[in-house]
């Protein structure tokens, strides 16, 4: 029975492994749990059963309260719900996405955006497009940006080495990179930038990329060709061992193609790492000018600052501070906070 005092938050998406929306949904329960009451399938549901469930079954479990539904999918026939929607991917590049998937959200988004009470968005650049791409009023658009979790700080050299020795990374100086590989995450191009800068680094210097295959049903083929030298692919990170690999990295690296917000820059500045990465969609605004910026479609500029960043000491060390500073402007507990008013405002 859902009580009539809380919020019901769809949680089906915690049934998935953890990637962005999911963190976001685990730390909004995790400081709001006395005004929020979950609600997900019995077992877990994917694709078409999960959507089905979702559209049919969930309006059935619910009583005359607020729905929030924060991970860009929610029923069509709830029109007393709150929605987080962190990009529109399948509008704006439905040709990186499993076509049936893109064909879905094509679908769904336009509909739910104009449907709901609320939007929630991650960042400015999200709402211009969903007010671009749909008849949705500006003002039911809300912006909240994410937050950093505070276990994502400087760590000591014990600490890196600890975690490189269990991830097997050869014990040499590294560029980190972190991202789901799939189109969107541009990696085809900064290994092209990687070959050219590569050939102009000291040999000590390697390529880490860390991150997961993104998941079929998804994600259209992101596979690429031969690796260049000095390229270590560490595969998926456990979430323990990410703040040690971001501290020591003598740079992160992220040329990102599309974000709706973009947390692992803000990661990695939070670990005192200086950060290069792209100057197009939401990541600019989350970045400012703590971060070196390149255009993601231009190898050459790409493979610039890579160069330009192991070689200029000075430059990681204005950016390791700016980071830093920049990084503690973003909180889960403020993400909360904004979010609890929004939801607030929508119940009374």
């Known amino acids: 029975m859902i009580s009539l005092n809380k919020v019901v ?3 089906r998406v915690l049934s998935s492994g953890l990637t962005g929306v999911q963190r976001y949904t685990l730390e909004l329960l995790a400081r709001l749990p006395d005004k929020l009451q979950p609600v997900a399938p019995k077992t877990s549901l994917h694709g078409v059963l999960g959507h089905a469930w979702e ?9 005359r309260g607020l729905l929030f539904s924060p991970s860009n999918t929610g029923p069509l026939l709830v029109e007393k719900q709150v929605v987080t929607i962190h990009d529109i991917t399948p509008l704006d590049h439905p040709e990186w996405l499993n076509p049936k998937f893109a ?15 609320r939007v929630i968005v991650d960042s400015e650049f999200t709402k211009d497009r969903i007010c671009e791409a749909t008849s949705v009023e500006s003002d039911k658009v809300i912006v909240i940006p994410l937050g950093i979790d505070l276990r994502f700080s400087q760590k000591l050299e014990e600490d890196v080495d600890r975690a490189k020795e269990t991830l097997g990374i050869p014990n040499m100086e590294y560029v980190l990179t972190v991202a789901t590989i799939e189109p969107r995450k541009n990696l085809q191009r900064l290994l092209e930038a990687w070959y050219d800068a590569c050939q102009k680094l000291p040999k000590n210097v390697w390529l880490v990329v860390a991150g997961a295959k993104g998941q079929r049903s998804i994600f259209r083929d992101a596979s690429f060709n031969g690796l260049p030298p000095n390229v270590y692919m560490a595969g998926h990170i456990p979430d323990e061992h990410l703040p040690a690999l971001y501290s020591g990295a003598l740079f992160f690296v992220y040329v990102s193609l ?54 200029d000491g000075e430059l990681r060390a204005k950016l390791s501070r700016r980071g830093i500073a920049r990084a503690k402007m973003f909180t889960w507990d403020k993400t909360a906070e904004l979010t609890w008013r929004v939801l607030e405002e929508v119940v009374n």
């Not at 879905?104 to 449907?115: G, V």
């Not at 200086?274 to 500029?301: F, H, M, Q, R």
């Open 9 to 11: 938050i769809n949680t």
């Open 55 to 63: 559209q049919f079954v969930l309006p059935t479990r619910l009583k």
């Open 103 to 117: 064909k879905w959200y094509q679908f769904l988004t336009p509909r739910l955006a104009c449907r709901v009470r």
């Open 258 to 311: 599309y974000e709706g917000f973009g947390l692992p820059p803000l990661e990695a500045m939070a670990c005192g790492t200086p950060v290069l990465t792209s100057n197009v969609t939401s990541i600019p605004e989350v970045v400012g000018d703590a971060a070196l910026t390149v255009n993601p479609y231009d190898v050459e500029a790409i493979a610039h600052g890579i160069k330009r960043l192991v070689e």
